[in-house]
């Protein structure tokens, strides 16, 4: 009776472990589910970057759909409601950027750490319910070994049993040989002996299964509870600094959106109706004079009956010649020319604007005022080209030098044909500026005597033998000899501030040249032309004109003298650069 409420105990205690198992299937539920979350998360910044994506897209197609063209930066840049509104797309773009930088920075940095996260995490956790479920193995091994035991122990405690019982039978048994009972005795101390021997057994087992049992609740499993324990902490951990990064993503981006809002309202508050007012006005007056008042036609007095033959004298008063001036009188070549200006300001742009299909080289198709404008633009942009032009030539001239000085470096005569193109285009360029000189002195009425015609030291000539001469007559002749009237313009002057370039002419006016800087001498240089001074290397002089796109700048030494230096020599500071 004792051994069967042994038995009934282990049984009722090894049912308890098989059904609970300690919450085992239970954590792993749970940290897939924790795997799911990561995941998803995952998808969340995925489709987050590519709203952001698409929404930066969307914003950089509608700035390119309202960039201004060509055309339109020409006519409205002049106006601050237009150039406010290309600052606001200009802002609007770096904005679209910064929505970008965003779904750059979740997709190069969170998504890519999280994807190593449930990486490390889903190889972490099948490592850890693999040992689980070994040691879950383990237990229950023991256990079926126990149970096994357990029945053997019981079989042979009941053959024992029934041996015994027999023997006892026999033993009383008087009509029993003593042989038969000898081998109920023999059978029994067998039976006792197997009995014995499944009892020891079952107790080796169970002690052992205990021992497992104990381990496995008290050391093994907790062990790989608290690695997965820790191995969820971890990731919960890592969710919080991805979520956090994720929102620090934007908000570290914000101070640059503002600072693209704050140009928008910086943009609006440039805008300036009175100075686009003005600028309309600037834009289309034409210049035309003020026409004067309309002599009054004496009919009476134009037509006199004669009464000969009943025809009719037409005779022209004197008091009805055209005046200068007047509607009759034409501004120009005696074609009559629509009236424009503020009246006609809002009339087609064909008729305001453009004169003709063709536009004329001299721009004569235009009003006096806008053929000013676009003349002093023209000169402007062929003294740019002029400058260009000489600063290429003398880097080429400096160039041919090295490889003179130094023939493994190139060829020197490599450059002499680049060198007569360039001196052609700078001749061409002079002779353009002229002619556009002298179209500025039509415009304005005045007698043109500026002649930039090309000498016959011209840039593009070369020696016979085709290569090119580095010595001082390779410099320009100073402007006294090969400009004599100096009247290329240093600048675009205002309508009311040109000059005619006779101004220029007279000795006295030459003298009074203003100092507009300073300038230092890099290398030696001699006279050899009227109109040009000598010079030391690291001389202090005063500048007084400008290169013209000559190639020669006007200075005065210290000695008072004044005279022509070539502009590569020196080194110019203009005090004009200190008010910048």
Known sequence: MKHENLIKRLFLHIQYVFSGVDQYDTVAVHTQKGVDFCERFTNFLKERSHIEFEYAKNLKRLVKNYQPKKKDEEEYGQFSWARAFWDLLKELHDLAGQHEVIAENTQGNVMKDLSNLIQDYKQDRKKELQEGAKIQEQLKASLAQLEKREKQYEKAFREAEKATDAYRRADADINLSRAEVEKHRNNMMLKSQQSDDCKNEYASQLQQTNQHQHEHYHTHMPQVFQRLQNIDENRIDKMKSYIKQSADIERN??????????????????????????????????????????????????????????????????????????????????????????????????????RSDDPKEDFSDLPPSQRKKQLLKKIDSIKKEITRETAEREGMLKMKDVYVQNPALGDPNSLDKKIEENGEKLDSCRKELSKFVSYLDDAEGKKSTTSLAVSDDSLSRSTSDGSVNRDPNIIPPPPSIQQPNNDVYTSIPDDDELHSPDEFEDPEILEQYPVIGTCRALYSFTAENEGSVTMEENEEMSVLEQDQGDGWTRVRKKDEGEGFVPTSYIQIHFFDQDEV
């Open 253 to 354: 981006i914000i101070p640059i959106i503002n600072t693209c809002i704050d140009g928008m309202v910086k943009a609006s508050d440039s805008i300036n109706a009175v100075e686009d007012s003005r600028s309309v006005v600037n834009k289309y007056k034409s210049g035309y004079p003020i026409p004067s008042d309309i002599a009054f036609d004496d009919l009476s007095n134009s037509q006199v009956p004669d009464g000969r033959n009943g025809n009719t004298l037409t005779t022209t008063p004197k008091n009805l010649n055209l005046e200068k001036g007047s509607v009759r009188q034409t501004v120009s070549g005696g074609k009559s020319k629509k009236r424009t200006g503020i009246l006609g300001l809002f009339s087609s742009s064909k008729t305001n604007v453009t």
